[in-house]
């Protein structure tokens, strides 16, 4: 039986399509999204907390009387609590009067204080009014969301093909050396070319169009504004557990356990959407 391709048109047909599956599994990971969700909520209370620490005055060191030399640090630059926290150790001691014991205590007392912020940060969202760290929150969880529709797309790409493709690749096994040709019965050499024919339209027509479109809004990712996150986030449920959408209402504060659990509660929303839609 004479052959319409060549057992390097077969190895070629075949490599294109375990790069076409590199490229699926590139496009449905969601875990470097999923990372910038949780660094963003880190970045948000650490800002917030920096910010409390502006508002603290270096006096607040003396409030219980133990004889720092506030004065000393203030003409030295350290107006604030957050003024020593980006200090470090040896940089407060160089100041006259402040030992290396003293140096020592005073980072500990504004840590402690710094760590209680923390502790104490409220997340504020709110569509007219959009903080730099609010805002990588928001941009974090939309990328995320898309990420995760991505995802599910391409499984259902890979759902649509997998059964025929894989009866295909099977198919053509005796085409893809000349002993296992020559050692082939005149039906296998014919579902070998038949499975060619088929591979060839299904790799490089409809399935390397649709991977090429999920291939490009992988890339958009990277480039999504921070209006179009905005946009997208005001449209998902978490919104209104703890944003406002109005100038004049007062914006929802949730405290950082709860926001923690906002953060979670709404990966896990977002996965369990995939799924379903992957099963459906």
Not at 24 to 37: F, K, L, T
Not at 93 to 111: L, N, P, W
Not at 127 to 156: F, M, N, P, Q, W
Request: hydrophobic content about 35%.
């Amino acid at each position: 039986m004479k052959r319409s391709f060549s057992f390097s048109d077969i190895n070629r047909l075949i490599d294109d399509y375990r790069k076409a599956e590199q490229r699926q599994r590139e496009i449905s990971e969601v875990g470097e999204y999923e990372s910038e969700v949780r660094k963003a909520a880190v970045r948000y209370v650490d800002s917030e907390a920096m910010a409390m620490m502006e508002d603290i005055a270096v006096e607040e060191l003396n409030r219980d009387k133990k004889g720092i030399r506030v004065k000393a640090l203030r003409d030295h630059g350290y107006n604030n609590y957050a003024d020593i926290l980006t200090a470090r150790d040896y940089d407060l001691s160089a100041v006259r009067g402040i030992s290396e014991d003293t140096a020592y205590k005073i980072m500990k007392c504004v840590e402690d204080v710094y760590g209680q912020a923390k502790e104490s940060v409220r997340l504020k969202l709110n569509a007219d009014d959009r903080s730099v760290s609010a805002t990588r929150i928001v941009t974090a969880l939309s990328r995320y969301h898309e990420a995760c529709k991505l995802a599910s797309d391409c499984e259902g790409l890979d759902d649509k093909y997998r059964e025929s493709i894989s009866r295909d690749m099977d198919d053509i096994k005796p085409a893809t050396g000349l002993f296992r040709w020559l050692f082939s019965s005149g039906t296998r050499k014919q579902r070998a070319e038949d499975a060619y024919q088929s591979l060839t339209e299904t790799i490089q027509g409809e399935y390397d169009l649709q991977l090429g479109k999920l291939s490009d809004r992988r890339r958009n990712l990277k480039f999504y504004s921070e209006s179009d996150a905005w946009d997208d986030f005001q449209k998902q449920p978490v919104f209104d557990a703890f944003a406002d959408k109005s100038v004049a209402a007062q914006k929802v504060e949730v405290d950082k356990k709860t926001f923690g659990n906002i953060i979670q509660e709404e990966i896990d929303r977002i996965n369990g959407e995939r799924k379903s839609k992957v099963k459906a």
